[in-house]
């Protein structure tokens, strides 16, 4: 699984690039940004960052995006086990490990924030994780590695700052459809798991209109998908559509509202809401939350999920008035809906 | 006390807005809002956001402040408690306390973040913490309540994005004589507390570049002030020359460096300062996460000590050569200096 989950990320990483790319064919190219894990492992970041414009040049449809895989290894420290043990706890990792346990992670990660505020932000993440006997690691290299535990997680959302509902529609009929063709049990469950997660406790609001999300798919039983494909395979199949949905569900989106007129007062409001993004990602977050804690963690991967630019304004009155296109959004954030 | 330092920070408010008001005559004055806290107390936010400039428009010298006071009381739930006991090992707190703790809290608390990215952001804090007896509490509002555990904290610190050593001198300095009326061994005790405490453990950078820091001075020994004031009033006074520290320190440091003109490429590199401000006090801060965890906090408050904007950047190049005006203050936030 290993080899085929890094060779799948990779495939998907150029894939979503190249897609990206072709959206704005005269935007600079995405740079591929290729690095080691001292701890062991690597990676590779493509970053897109739009030149500060000057005076009256062309914009560019996006203004900062990342596609990043990781493919690293070691052993996790005891405190880091604990949290995972947290995070995991349908997972059965051993209780008692004090020389920490060997780990392998392999995942991709994307972040695209448009320019124009009509177009949404997205985000998506699929990885695989594995732990593995601390036993069979030092009886050496040509011994195959004993695991302990594996599982899959990952998702995909979007969070406008403005509301089209035909997109919100699209987004997740497109992941919808990719669910269904497993079990139609499946959208509902991943649904209604990304609203829990993207959730700002402390502003009482989502950060998007949501999309999928799921962790911890693994052989077993699992409590929140009665019917879960249950051998590596068949989750890996699974893993596979879903991360094929991105393209298809997100590019015509963000295609047709770059080429809204947008005003000032737009642009203010949508970087308000890249504020909110911001307080999800460093204050809510666990992923990011862990990421930070991790010792060697490369932090520039971690935060290249924040926007280019944030604001925040005490007591703004964007968004107050329910009857505004600003105050449509945060109703529907306050109190997620169906789309499909 | 209760009374002494409620009427003390209403003081201390309207001094400091006023000298920041009168810093930039034409500005708009500081918008003054009360507010009340439906579980026990009130505040008062007094805030500045510059209007957003119109081309060809004369700007402001301050682009986002906040100078807020709050007098709150009420009942900390057993989490917050436990979360208390951990951040204040010296305070007297009950072990056992299923139904809360009765509390009191008067403090100011202020973020300045002017326009000129040669001028520094500066911030200052100080607070009165009382936890009282939940027995005497039931017992009616005739009876005076028994103090379990008082304490004072707070200080302040300055955050420039570009260094200029004479203004980090005159900042240290004049808190440092604030100090010294009171003992030799108080600034080197609480500056040294200031670098540990605002420091960015994922950036492996500080905030900025210090000022004073302390918390938990009470009556008891102090374990880093060994010759602290020992009495309630005697605290009070020192708490007191402190407060009235900030206007000489901070004041003539931005009616100096507003002049200065600046480039976009110096707007650029403030705010992605500002942007690692952000990561401080959502990542790092003790403050503002017990803040947005305790149920019924007002997040408006509590978050207004984010800049008005912000800049994130994957792999910026900026402040990478030592050799830069950005490289300097890098350095020095790698490795804190003594400024007297």
């Known amino acids: 699984m290993r080899v085929l989950m890094e060779s799948w990320i990779r495939f998907l990483q150029e894939?979503?690039?190249?897609?990206?790319?072709?959206?704005?064919?005269?935007?600079?190219?995405?740079?591929?940004?290729?690095?080691?894990?001292?701890?062991?492992?690597?990676?590779?970041?493509?970053?897109?960052?739009?030149?500060?414009?000057?005076?009256?040049?062309?914009?560019?449809?996006?203004?900062?995006?990342?596609?990043?895989?990781?493919?690293?290894?070691?052993?996790?420290?005891?405190?880091?086990?604990?949290?995972?043990?947290?995070?995991h706890t349908s997972m059965p990792l051993p209780e008692d490990a004090p020389g920490g346990l060997p780990f392998f992670a392999a995942g991709i990660s994307l972040v695209i924030h448009p320019k124009n505020p009509h177009a949404p932000t997205c985000h998506a993440?699929?990885?695989?994780?594995?732990?593995?006997?601390?036993?069979?690691?030092?009886?050496?290299?040509?011994?195959?590695?004993?695991?302990?535990?594996?599982?899959?997680?990952?998702?995909?959302?979007?969070?406008?700052?403005?509301?089209y509902p035909s997109d919100a529609t699209h987004f997740h009929q497109t992941h919808k459809s990719a669910c269904d063709a497993f079990s139609p049990s499946f959208y509902p469950a991943l649904k209604k798991w990304c609203d829990e997660y993207f959730y700002i406790p402390h502003r009482s609001e989502s950060r998007g209109i949501?999309?999928?999300?799921?962790?911890?798919?693994?052989?077993?039983?699992?409590?929140?998908?009665?019917?879960?494909?249950?051998?590596?395979?068949?989750?890996?199949?699974?893993?596979?559509s879903l991360g094929a949905a991105f393209v298809p569900a997100y590019i015509p989106i963000v295609e047709q509202r770059a080429k809204t007129p947008y005003t000032d007062e737009q642009r203010r409001w949508q970087l308000i809401r890249r504020g909110r993004y911001v307080e999800f990602n460093l204050v809510v977050d666990r992923g990011t939350k862990f990421g930070l804690m991790t010792p060697g963690a490369r932090v520039e991967s971690i935060l290249m999920s924040l926007p280019e630019t944030a604001r925040w304004e005490y007591m703004s009155e964007m968004g107050a008035d329910e009857e505004t296109e600003e105050g449509k959004l945060i109703r529907v954030l306050k109190e997620p809906k169906e789309w499909v």
Not at 128 to 155: M, R
């Open 15 to 87: 894939d979503i690039v190249q897609a990206l790319e072709k959206l704005d064919p005269n935007a600079p190219k995405f740079q591929r940004d290729s690095w080691v894990r001292p701890e062991g492992g690597m990676g590779q970041s493509c970053v897109f960052a739009a030149p500060t414009a000057s005076e009256g040049q062309k914009e560019f449809i996006l203004e900062k995006a990342g596609v990043n895989i990781s493919i690293v290894h070691g052993t996790l420290p005891p405190p880091a086990i604990k949290q995972m043990r947290a995070d």
């Open 125 to 163: 993440n699929y990885r695989y994780f594995e732990i593995t006997d601390p036993a069979s690691a030092s009886a050496g290299a040509e011994v195959a590695p004993k695991t302990l535990a594996w599982w899959f997680g990952g998702g995909s959302d979007l969070t406008p700052s403005y509301l």
């Open 210 to 240: 949501g999309g999928i999300f799921f962790d911890d798919l693994h052989a077993g039983p699992h409590a929140r998908l009665p019917d879960n494909p249950r051998t590596l395979d068949s989750i890996f199949v699974f893993v596979k």
